[in-house]
């Protein structure tokens, strides 16, 4: 029995005690409602850099985002973020329900050309709001700004109405699941669905550059060119994977029995399937399997790693971030065996990629990636992942720890006979309120 079960079961049994004890229930209270925290004057540490900001980096460019990453590799890891780390990224919020990229000031109105809105940040913002809870306002009013900004061919590109790309698109379908809504359901008035948006950047074997890019069929493009010609990007199609699977930055981790799925590459043939815009046969989910075969695929090409070439360099460095990337969306996937491959090349190169052990988004990304596949979230080769991260930020409220002692004072540790003895004092209990009835009404 899970332990989240069996506290159920003792608040149960605990409910009928009462109830066979007392001759009228009590009516519960209602619970308190979920309000969003207003927009202030941002305090700073003595370092200068915003109180309950995650990282000592300048923030100016991710301070929103990586504060997201953070927040939710706190809730995948089952600790509970500092409030002040909630608020800092609520208090990011403009006004119209968007996110900058960073506010420094956010006690003032939103500037469109200082703080212009950002689609990826609000997009990941209201996953990690919907994650930790507390905070439906802000949730609700970032869902309603993302698809008032939605384009009609039913994507997103980087700011509002911009050119759809398969990023942005991506992470908005991953904040409608996170939040409960259908993403297929989500249109903008006379235009497509996120997901129709999302395929058509799919690299098919009808598609226009299919020819430049031999082995490329599965993957997914940024964006097409002024020529509608479409172009790999490994970024785009771990992003277009997860997102093509319905999920979000923070997937469920696989069962402990559950197997692997082996990665099936699309095939192209002669004759219909070479027709423009056929597409991948069976939607999405079959279409979320091609784009994992091809990244499986350019993973052990380079060693269970992808490469890329940093601006002003021809050299090729590893690029971490987007393989982290990739072993999430392979495990949602159920490609275990492909992700785990990578992971293991992550945690032999996790010092390499956090450097300073002071990159909150990096380690976040590692634990969200530890716990896709199944593994503990809060730790990764001998690393304590979760430990590293507090470092970089507030205090977590409550640490993994701390919810497993509640959970084993609540009950959850009560051996079965001990539900056996409460069953028979129930019993009893009943016995005797029956038997005396009885006898008061005996003449």
């Not at 600790?79 to 900058?100: E, N, Y």
């Not at 689609?119 to 698809?147: F, H």
């Not at 269970?304 to 002003?312: D, E, L, W, Y």
């Amino acid at each position: 029995m899970s332990p989240r079960r069996r506290r159920a079961t003792v608040l149960t049994a605990a409910t009928v005690l009462s109830a066979a004890a007392a001759p009228v229930a009590s009516a519960a209270a209602p619970a308190a409602p979920i309000t969003s925290v207003a927009a202030s004057p941002a305090r700073t540490t003595a370092s200068g850099l915003p109180e309950g900001l995650y990282g000592t980096a300048d923030p100016k460019y991710d301070g929103v985002w990586r504060q997201s990453m953070a927040l939710l590799a706190l809730d995948g890891a089952k600790a509970v973020p500092a409030r002040k780390a909630v608020d800092w990224l609520t208090g990011q919020q403009c006004a119209d329900g968007s996110f900058a990229a960073y506010r420094a000031e956010p006690g003032k109105k939103c500037d469109p050309d200082d703080t212009p809105a950002d689609i990826n940040a609000t997009a990941l913002a209201v996953q990690a709001l919907a994650a930790v809870g507390g905070r439906s306002d802000a949730v609700r009013e970032g869902l309603e700004w993302l698809a008032s900004v939605q384009n009609k061919d039913g994507g997103w590109g980087f700011g509002p109405h911009a050119d759809s790309d398969a990023n942005s698109t991506s992470l908005v379908i991953g904040a409608l699941h996170a939040t409960g809504r259908n993403p297929a359901e989500t249109t903008a008035e006379g235009g497509e669905s996120p997901y129709d948006a999302l395929l058509s950047f799919q690299l098919t074997c009808g598609s226009e550059g299919i020819e430049d890019a031999p082995g490329a069929q599965g993957a997914f493009a940024y964006q097409p060119d002024k020529k509608g010609r479409l172009a790999p990007n490994n970024d785009a199609t771990a992003a277009a994977v997860l997102a093509a699977l319905g999920e979000g930055a923070l997937p469920e981790p696989p069962a402990e029995d559950a197997g692997n799925t082996p990665v099936t590459p699309l095939k192209c043939a002669s004759g219909a399937d070479q027709e423009k815009g056929k597409g991948v046969p069976g939607g999405r989910k079959a279409a979320a399997g091609a784009g994992a075969a091809h990244l499986a695929a350019t993973l052990k090409k380079n060693g269970g790693h992808f490469t890329s070439v940093a601006p002003g360099s021809s050299d090729e460095q590893p690029d971490y971030a987007n393989t982290a990337d990739a072993v999430v969306a392979l495990a949602a996937g159920g490609h275990r065996d492909a992700a785990a491959t990578s992971l293991s090349w992550l945690a032999d190169n996790l010092d390499k990629w956090d450097k300073s052990r002071k990159d909150p988004a990096a380690i976040s990304s590692l634990m969200l990636a530890s716990r896709a596949t199944g593994g503990d979230p809060t730790e990764l080769g001998g690393t304590d992942l979760l430990s590293r991260l507090n470092r970089t930020g507030p205090k977590p409220a409550k640490m993994p720890e701390d919810e497993a002692a509640e959970q084993q004072d609540s009950g959850a540790g009560i051996p079965i006979w001990a539900f056996v003895l409460i069953g028979l004092a129930v019993g009893a209990g009943f016995g005797i309120l029956l038997s005396g009835r009885r006898k008061r009404q005996q003449p």
